[in-house]
């Protein structure tokens, strides 16, 4: 599966996003997808993930409460809203598919985005 991130741009903080990323494929629905972000200087960072069905999620501690994954299958979309953005927040955000259950580290992800640059200004 190819997939295309989409979405980021420059906010202020307090501001809102919706990410998005299309994917390719007619197997789309049996990947588990989630979305991770690298800062300048940091190394690659779980963010959210969500099951092939959209019935599990998992997120970062430093994302609860404000960010939301969801997907659509028959778009072919993965989504993470992210709401009460922070300074903190500023990274390239990447979207990334797997076969199977959902999974919090990079190396479990064997198909990635080229992600979308989220720039947040206090």
């Known amino acids: 599966v190819q997939l295309q991130a989409s979405g980021g741009g420059l906010v202020q903080a307090g501001g809102s996003l919706r990410l998005s990323c299309a994917a390719s494929?007619?197997?789309?629905?049996?990947?588990?997808l989630g979305w991770f972000r690298q800062a300048p200087g940091k190394e690659r960072e779980f963010v959210a993930t969500?099951?092939?069905?959209?019935?599990?999620?998992s997120y970062a501690d430093s994302v609860k409460g404000r960010f939301t994954i969801s997907r659509d299958n028959a778009k072919n979309t993965v989504y993470l809203q992210i709401n009460n953005l922070k300074p903190e927040d500023t990274a390239i955000y990447y979207c990334?598919?797997?076969?199977?259950?959902?999974?919090?580290?990079?190396?479990?992800?064997?198909?990635w985005g080229q992600g979308t640059q989220v720039t947040v200004s206090s």
């Open positions: 990334a598919a797997r076969r199977g259950t959902i999974a919090v580290v990079t190396i479990a992800y064997d198909n």
């Open positions: 494929g007619r197997t789309f629905s049996s990947y588990a």
């Open positions: 969500i099951s092939w069905n959209g019935n599990m999620t």
